[in-house]
Each structure stands twice: as structure tokens, then as C-alpha cells.
């Protein structure tokens, strides 16, 4: 009987960049997915400039747009844009940029099953069995890299707590070098427009209020580039602002990337987060392999948490004070923004930083 030391469910970032770094170093993965690959996965494919850290080389051959600045509106009328000396974010597609991961797995030693869905697990006392639609495979670790609707996460038996519903569309439109996020069009949430190669962009909204999302975009991309009832698609995006709010799984059953509610909670960035979930795995596999998830649930709580604190905090006063914090982009904090997409800074800087700026702009 074939024991691996991973089997990982889903073939998105999160599964495909936590395979990639264990069987590098020898460990037995496999990587199944529901779908055939490249497939396609909704997504504005911006990619902040810190995540070069992660990625295996070849990145920039998937670069459709290279981003230098950022534009902040507010209900589509005030604008404010700040520019960086060099690139901040890339504009990737989602199709080759999972492919791709999935490839650099695949050629570090991992296997594939595509069209492979997952359905159960048991544990036994040395490995876990996995049920599939293509048969039963054992492994000593189970990874839930399967995305918001994660089959391993309710198996484990956990729900889903706190996310944004997300809605997007792609349509033709010129921008380069910059993306807008838009203020004031939601509760809790924006709305982005980030340029998306081939003369495209992306424009979507996320919000974690009860709007009617697919039509206030309707309405801003009638509004702004002329284009008459667009049929949005839909999704969602699931984050943590809590130390609890992330779940790293249990026993030999871990869960990294959506599953795992590892996304910020200010802009809904999870790509990043789930290499870096990723990450987290595999330092823990090399540590100690019959302790993974001890020292994985340790290396998130300690590392990746506190961003997501001081990120929520941030979230909470933004969207509260939508104005304010709009007005706040003249000052330093789009500076501070485009700091912390470059991996100069974190969260609890710009946070810190940000609070005096914010009673500030409070007063006018
Ligand atoms: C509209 C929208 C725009 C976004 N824009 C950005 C952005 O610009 N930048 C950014 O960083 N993040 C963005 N995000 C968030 C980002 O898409 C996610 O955080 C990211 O995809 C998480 O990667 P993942 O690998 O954890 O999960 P996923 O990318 O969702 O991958 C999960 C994989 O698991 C597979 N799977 C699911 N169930 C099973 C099963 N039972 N058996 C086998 N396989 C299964 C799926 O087929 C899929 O391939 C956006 C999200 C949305 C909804």
C-alpha cells in the first residue's frame, strides 16, 4: 500500500505552492483537483510585489501589466493618485498563474489527478484514508487547500464565519500602471478597477454588507465606460480578523489558503496570504514531521495573525469613516500602502502610523 506524506486537495495557489515547496525537498505529494487544468477562476489577478519572495522563477513571464501607482475615488467623482520610482503589484490571469504553480509542482516531484474531486477522510492510528471520486489514496497528512466551499473544512466539521461576497466582470477598457479603488459605493467593502492586459480590465466590488452588488456595477461601468448591462459572475471571499477567525485544521488535517480563512479583511488580498500559508506548512514539515499542525498552528498565530489584527482594525475605521479615509489618501497613507504591497512594511505600521492621520482627517 502506498502511503504519501501529503495529499492535497485543490490544485489553486494555496495547494499548488504548498506542494511545490514539500516535494522539493523529497516528501511523497499528491495534488488532486475537481477541475482539468488551466482552468479559469474568477479573480482581478493583482499580485502585490511581495510575493516575489515566494515564487518560483518564471513570474515574470505571466505579467500581463506592471503596476507603479494607485488612484483612491470616492462614489466616482473625487480622485487621488500617488506613483511609486518602480512596480509595487503585477497583473496576472488566473489561468496560467495556477498552471503555472501546478507545473513548478509537478516538476519538483508532485503528482496530479485532475477531474479528482474529494469526498471524505478517516483517520486511522498511522494514516488517513481518502475517498475520491477516482478512488481511495492514504496519506499520513490530509492539506484543505480547497477553497471557500472546503469540503475538508466541513469535514472537519467547521463553518465558514466572516467573508465578503465579491462580484466582477471583465470588459474593454484602457489603464496601465495603476489600479482605482473606489470608496463609498458600499457599506463595508469597495469597488477596484485594475487593468487587465490585452486593452481589458477587470472592474468588480467586494462587501460583506447586504447590497445588490451586480447592480451598483452595472451601474459604474455604464457610468464610466459606456457599456450597457454587463452580466457580472459572483464569489466569495472569506477572511480573518481575529486570531480565531483562523482555522489551520486539526490533528494531521491541515487547511491552508480560502479554506483556511487566510485573506486580509481590508482589501480581500488572498493570494499572497495562502503562498505564505504555504510557506508556514512546509517550515513546519521541516521542524518536525510528526508535529506538523502543532507547529504550524504556532508559525500563524505568531506570524501571519497580527497582520490580520491590525488589518481588521484598519477595515473597521476605513469602511465606518469611508470619507475620511479617503481623504486620508492625500497624506501619507496610499505611501504606506504602496510600502506594504512592496513587503517594506506591514499592517501594524500603517495602522500605528495611520491613527494620528485619521483623528486628523477626522476634524476636516
Ligand atoms: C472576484 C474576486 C476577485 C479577487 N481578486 C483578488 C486579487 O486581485 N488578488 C488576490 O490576491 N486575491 C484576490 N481574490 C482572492 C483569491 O481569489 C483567493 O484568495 C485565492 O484564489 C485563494 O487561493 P486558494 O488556492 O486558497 O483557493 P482557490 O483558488 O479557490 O483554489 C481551490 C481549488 O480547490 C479545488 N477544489 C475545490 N473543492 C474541491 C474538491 N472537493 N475536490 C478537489 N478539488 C477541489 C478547486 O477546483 C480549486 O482549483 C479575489 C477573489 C474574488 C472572488
Not at 39 to 59: A, M, N, T, V, Y
Not at 108 to 125: H, L, N, Q, V, W
Not at 232 to 245: H, Q, V
Not at 330 to 359: M, N, Q, S, T, W
Amino acid at each position: 500500500m502506498k502511503i504519501y506524506d501529503f495529499v492535497v486537495v485543490g490544485a489553486g495557489p494555496s495547494g499548488s505552492y504548498t506542494a511545490f515547496k514539500l516535494s522539493r525537498v523529497g516528501f511523497k505529494v499528491l495534488v488532486i483537483d475537481k477541475y482539468e487544468f488551466p482552468r479559469d477562476k474568477l479573480c482581478g489577478g493583482c499580485l502585490s510585489k511581495r510575493i516575489e519572495g515566494f515564487i518560483p522563477q518564471g513570474l515574470k513571464n505571466l505579467v500581463k501589466n506592471e503596476i507603479k501607482g494607485g488612484t483612491i475615488g470616492y462614489r466616482g467623482s473625487s480622485y487621488i493618485t500617488k506613483f511609486s520610482d518602480d512596480t509595487i503589484a503585477y497583473i496576472i490571469h488566473r489561468r496560467d498563474f495556477d498552471n503555472f504553480l501546478l507545473e513548478s509542482a509537478r516538476e519538483s516531484g508532485a503528482e496530479f489527478i485532475p477531474a479528482c474531486e474529494f469526498e471524505s477522510f478517516i483517520t486511522d492510528k498511522d494514516w488517513i484514508k481518502v475517498h475520491t471520486s477516482k478512488g481511495v489514496f492514504f496519506t499520513k497528512y490530509l492539506v484543505g487547500a480547497d477553497g471557500f466551499y472546503s469540503k475538508v473544512l466541513k469535514r472537519l466539521g467547521f463553518k465558514r464565519r466572516k467573508y465578503y461576497r465579491a462580484v466582477e466582470v471583465f470588459i474593454k477598457g484602457e489603464l496601465s500602471e495603476r489600479v482605482i479603488i473606489e470608496l463609498g459605493y458600499v457599506k463595508r467593502g469597495y469597488l477596484w478597477v485594475f487593468p487587465s492586459g490585452e486593452g481589458t480590465v477587470s472592474v468588480g466590488i467586494a462587501s460583506t454588507g447586504s447590497e445588490n452588488i451586480a447592480l451598483i456595477l452595472r451601474d459604474y461601468v455604464e457610468r464610466k465606460f459606456g457599456v450597457k448591462d454587463v452580466r457580472c459572475k459572483g464569489w466569495f471571499i472569506p477572511f480573518s480578523e481575529k486570531a480565531e477567525d483562523i482555522n489551520t485544521g486539526k490533528g494531521n488535517i491541515l487547511l491552508v489558503g480560502d479554506s483556511a480563512n487566510m485573506t486580509d479583511p481590508l482589501l480581500g488580498e488572498g493570494i499572497f496570504y495562502g503562498l505564505w500559508g504555504g510557506e508556514l506548512l512546509f517550515k513546519s514539515a521541516l521542524k518536525d514531521f510528526d508535529y506538523v499542525w502543532e507547529y504550524y498552528m504556532d508559525y500563524v498565530r505568531k506570524e501571519m495573525v497580527p497582520e490580520f489584527v491590525y488589518a481588521g482594525k484598519i477595515a473597521s475605521l476605513a469602511y465606518r469613516f469611508q470619507k475620511v479615509a479617503f481623504r486620508m489618501g492625500r497624506g501619507k497613507a496610499l505611501e504606506r500602502y504602496i510600502d506594504l504591497l512592496k513587503g517594506i512594511r506591514g499592517y501594524k505600521h500603517i495602522y500605528r502610523r495611520g491613527l494620528i492621520d485619521f483623528f486628523l482627517s477626522l476634524l476636516g
